[in-house]
């Protein structure tokens, strides 16, 4: 077998070559250099046969037979241990730490209405709701405020069109209330409302309000200073001190607003407090005769009290909150604090 290359010395090369291949594309890639169909060297041998003198081509052709034989079987094996020694189905790893689950939690304002809810149900209160978009009756009219008066300017409220509004307190639900209810009344409304404020530190377009409403024969404004002291005490805390300071609103008479001794120096002055001790929280008032009449109330049967307070300001003072606008940001590395 002058000239031809020796098949042995071939077969032993190629095979220790797929013993070595490490992973599935160094097996493919020998292969393709043994065995593939252009230009595979076995291939290349396969192709010489037939134009080889009879004499030799037998004995060669037999040879490059066997070789081509014994590397396709020793592909096909080197194959089938690569893969046995390649997990196909990972397991679970039990040591492998979880996936945190993230637990939400309760906005400030939802915490603090939630707290306020209970408390004043606490002293027989019940919760109720209006809409936040209302008409100029249930807005101003039935609560004592004409035309005339400036709260009822076009400019500081957001009119939806003619004669009806965004609300800009909750007491509009102290009306629908009373509209539909005879009393004996002990409600409280929180919700939502809207001015067209400048958004500073202390202000916001749309904040939150806490009305609250007792109406029945016999309630006095003993009663009103009562519940309210008893309010801030279980919100602010049991050393707070009050103080009431007649004030006048439309729709109450007499008036007041009630103060909190500061939270944050006890009473001794601060810049928060502006040196005074006293953090007004709430406007207050006996409910005015005209406000029973005008939802079909007896003024000379029943008597009762009102008052207001924003949400956002009172969870300002308890939880240490300088600017009412973090409130509303939605920055978790606030919210998160709570
Ligand atoms: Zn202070």
């Given at each position: 077998m002058e000239g031809l290359p020796d098949v042995q010395a071939?077969?032993?090369?190629?095979?220790?070559?797929?013993?070595?291949?490490?992973d599935a594309a160094a097996l493919e890639a020998v292969r393709i250099e043994w065995l593939g169909r252009k230009a595979g060297r076995i291939t290349a041998l396969m192709k010489q046969i037939p134009a080889l003198p009879p004499p030799e081509r037998g004995p060669f052709g037999q040879a490059v037979n066997e070789l081509k034989t014994a590397v396709t079987e020793q592909l096909a094996a080197r194959q089938a241990a690569l893969e046995a020694s390649t997990p196909k189905h990972l397991g679970v790893d039990v040591t492998m730490p979880g996936r945190r689950l993230e637990i939400g939690r309760l906005h400030p304002i939802t915490q603090a209405t939630r707290e306020m809810v209970e408390i004043f149900g606490r002293l027989g209160f019940e919760v109720v709701e209006g809409p936040e978009v209302e008409d100029e009756w249930h807005n101003f009219v039935g609560l004592n405020i004409p035309p005339e008066h400036p709260a009822r300017d076009p400019l500081d409220n957001y009119y939806l069109k003619d004669h009806v509004l965004l609300r800009t307190q909750?007491?509009?639900?102290?009306?629908r209330v009373m509209e539909h209810r005879k009393p004996p009344v002990r409600v409280i409304a929180p919700g939502r409302v809207y001015r067209p404020d400048t958004v500073d530190a202390g202000h916001s377009n749309m904040f939150h309000q806490l009305e609250g409403l007792w109406v029945e024969e016999g309630v006095t404004f003993a009663d009103?200073?009562?519940?309210?002291?008893?309010?801030?005490?279980?919100?602010?805390?049991?050393?707070?001190?009050?103080?009431?300071?007649?004030?006048?609103?439309?729709f109450t008479e007499p008036s007041a607003e009630m103060y909190v001794s500061c939270l944050l120096c006890g009473g001794a002055g601060c810049a928060a407090c502006k040196r005074t001790g006293w953090i007004e929280i709430l406007g207050c008032g006996m409910v005015a005769p005209n406000v029973f009449e005008a939802v079909g109330y007896d003024p000379e049967k029943v008597t009762?009290?009102?008052?207001?307070?924003?949400?956002?300001?009172?969870?300002?003072?308890?939880?240490?909150?300088r600017d009412i606008r973090l409130f509303f940001d939605n920055d978790l590395r606030f919210l998160r604090q709570f």
């Open positions: 071939l077969c032993r090369e190629v095979l220790a070559r797929i013993d070595a291949a490490a909750t007491s509009t639900v102290q009306i009103l200073k009562s519940v309210l002291a008893m309010f801030a005490r279980a919100f602010f805390g049991p050393t707070v001190k009050t103080r009431f300071q007649p004030s006048y609103f439309p009762g009290f009102a008052f207001g307070m924003g949400i956002d300001r009172q969870a300002m003072l308890k939880y240490g909150v």
